[in-house]
């Protein structure tokens, strides 16, 4: 399976390897660099040489290069570079270059944990938290005095049951699940204000925190909107199949239950709409003016907005006024960022003023885009709806909450 694993910086520098097979050099990571370097923005996730196999992801600014021998489903093994992420993202809060050589005892002991001969093993945060526990400035010192480490002497009771997900013997004073519906709307709109694409990656994450063995059923006022799904290990797949009903015994603790993926554009509701115009002409000062509105967000506030607008390479400098938030220019970069915040619908944010244009420049096919960045809360864009949440198995009642989260993704706007 996996024989060799590198952690590569910015630079291009391995600054972390691991192997568990046999030792593969690290001059088999040029061939991932030689990609990098031909297209930054666009490394293939797999790459054949002629001994091996190289499967690559790019997070915090990291890179993680796998090695295998011989084929193997590469969405297994990029999956579960994405679950290494995710563990160090648990344990130490992020996942960078710095945040790893602090921790270089820690992050090898779970590798350790996670990969058995090449094989993943043990790879639910709460069973490596029993394992290996996470890193604190007082268990650090007494490890440096006493030479322990972090490593448990007991294996985790749930490594022996049917569900290795869940500890067994969990209590809790307070029992409550909370569930966070958040979807990132993905659309590219073009010059006459029509949607050429659009659709909604969607994800449930979950914080449950109950005693016991409790066994959870949530359903879905609208479950016929997934396109496509992906579901925890802990999901019985058979009643979705049958019921569209998710039945499952949660982890305990912060954990992704499910994505989604809705592309029926009829289910895709814009919820902000930009109103732009760029007049520019050869020779003269040219024009610049931007609304922002919110459009379909049965009155959710619409907060955090952010517009990064890539402008042409003739335009020298910006010279606007704005009714709310604070813009910049970037000339090297000739990016215009416009920091809106939230929006009034009573006064809508508007940016306008002149641009300063190259002499004898060629502006007969100036294209620039414009990305928007914006948060609405207690909002779901697609209308799903969660029905109810049922417990079985446990006398008591917990506490259950239930949050919506519309985010911006790839949200594009062609000038």
Same mark, same amino acid.
């Given at each position: 399976?996996?024989?060799?694993?590198?952690?590569?910086?910015?630079?291009?520098?391995?600054?972390?390897?691991?192997?568990?097979?046999?030792?593969?050099?690290?001059?088999?990571?040029?061939?991932?660099?030689?990609?990098?370097?031909?297209?930054?923005?666009?490394?293939?996730?797999?790459?054949?040489?002629?001994?091996? #196999?190289?499967?690559?992801? $790019?997070?915090?600014?990291?890179?993680?290069?796998?090695?295998?021998?011989?084929?193997?489903?590469?969405?297994?093994?990029?999956?579960?570079?994405?679950?290494?992420?995710?563990?160090?993202?648990?344990?130490?809060?992020?996942?960078?270059?710095?945040? &790893?050589?602090?921790?270089?005892?820690?992050?090898?002991?779970?590798?350790?944990?996670?990969?058995?001969?090449?094989?993943?093993?043990?790879?639910?945060?709460?069973?490596?938290?029993?394992?290996?526990?996470?890193?604190?400035?007082?268990?650090?010192?007494?490890?440096?005095?006493?030479?322990?480490?972090?490593?448990?002497?007991?294996? /985790?009771?749930?490594?022996?049951?049917?569900?290795?997900?869940?500890?067994?013997?969990?209590?809790?004073?307070?029992?409550?699940?909370?569930?966070?519906?958040?979807?990132?709307?993905?659309?590219?709109?073009?010059?006459?204000?029509?949607?050429?694409?659009?659709?909604? $990656?969607?994800? &449930?994450?979950?914080?449950?925190?109950?005693?016991?063995?409790?066994?959870?059923?949530?359903?879905?006022?609208?479950?016929?909107?997934?396109?496509?799904?992906?579901?925890?290990?802990?999901?019985?797949?058979?009643?979705?199949?049958?019921?569209?009903?998710?039945?499952?015994?949660?982890?305990?603790?912060?954990?992704?239950?499910?994505?989604?993926?809705?592309?029926?554009?009829?289910?895709?509701?814009?919820?902000?709409?930009?109103?732009?115009?760029?007049?520019?002409?050869?020779?003269? $000062?040219?024009?610049?003016?931007?609304?922002?509105? /919110?459009? $379909?967000?049965?009155?959710?506030?619409?907060?955090?907005?952010?517009?990064?607008?890539?402008? /042409?390479?003739?335009?020298?400098?910006?010279?606007?006024?704005?009714?709310?938030?604070? #813009?910049?220019?970037?000339?090297?970069?000739?990016?215009?960022?416009?920091?809106?915040?939230?929006?009034?619908?009573?006064?809508? /944010?508007?940016?306008?003023?002149? &641009?300063?244009?190259?002499?004898?420049?060629?502006?007969?096919?100036?294209?620039?885009?414009?990305?928007?960045?914006?948060?609405?809360?207690?909002?779901?864009?697609?209308?799903?709806?969660?029905?109810?949440?049922?417990?079985?198995?446990?006398?008591?009642?917990?506490?259950?909450?239930?949050?919506?989260?519309?985010?911006?993704?790839?949200?594009?706007?062609?000038?």
């Amino acid at each position: 399976m996996i024989h060799s694993l590198f952690i590569i910086n910015p630079s291009g520098d391995v600054f972390l390897e691991k192997h568990w097979k046999s030792v593969v050099p690290r001059s088999v990571c040029d061939y991932y660099l030689e990609a990098q370097r031909a297209n930054p923005d666009d490394v293939p996730p797999v790459i054949a040489t002629p001994h091996h #196999y190289l499967l690559s992801i $790019q997070r915090g600014g990291v890179s993680l290069v796998a090695v295998c021998m011989t084929e193997v489903p590469p969405l297994f093994v990029i999956e579960f570079l994405h679950r290494v992420v995710d563990t160090f993202e648990d344990y130490f809060s992020e996942c960078t270059e710095s945040i &790893i050589k602090e921790n270089y005892v820690v992050v090898y002991e779970l590798l350790d944990e996670m990969l058995d001969n090449g094989f993943p093993l043990a790879t639910e945060s709460n069973i490596l938290k029993e394992l290996i526990k996470p890193p604190n400035i007082l268990r650090t010192i007494a490890n440096t005095v006493t030479g322990k480490s972090n490593v448990s002497g007991t294996l /985790p009771s749930g490594q022996l049951s049917s569900i290795p997900w869940r500890r067994t013997g969990v209590k809790y004073t307070n029992n409550e699940a909370y569930f966070d519906v958040v979807e990132e709307v993905d659309t590219i709109i073009d010059k006459a204000g029509a949607t050429v694409f659009a659709d909604i $990656q969607g994800y &449930i994450d979950c914080c449950v925190k109950l005693s016991g063995m409790p066994d959870l059923t949530l359903s879905f006022m609208n479950p016929r909107l997934f396109d496509d799904v992906s579901f925890h290990p802990c999901v019985r797949y058979k009643r979705w199949e049958g019921e569209r009903v998710l039945s499952f015994i949660p982890p305990d603790g912060n954990f992704r239950l499910m994505s989604y993926h809705i592309n029926s554009q009829s289910a895709v509701a814009l919820p902000i709409y930009v109103r732009h115009n760029l007049i520019v002409r050869s020779g003269e $000062q040219g024009r610049l003016d931007i609304t922002v509105g /919110p459009k $379909q967000t049965l009155g959710r506030t619409v907060e955090g907005v952010k517009l990064e607008i890539s402008m /042409p390479k003739c335009i020298l400098n910006c010279s606007l006024q704005s009714n709310q938030g604070k #813009y910049n220019f970037d000339p090297v970069a000739k990016i215009l960022y416009w920091e809106v915040g939230r929006i009034d619908v009573t006064k809508l /944010p508007n940016i306008r003023g002149t &641009i300063s244009i190259q002499s004898g420049a060629n502006t007969s096919d100036i294209n620039p885009s414009l990305n928007v960045h914006f948060i609405i809360n207690q909002l779901a864009v697609s209308r799903l709806k969660v029905n109810r949440l049922d417990m079985y198995g446990e006398k008591y009642k917990p506490f259950k909450g239930v949050k919506y989260i519309t985010k911006a993704g790839r949200f594009q706007i062609r000038m």
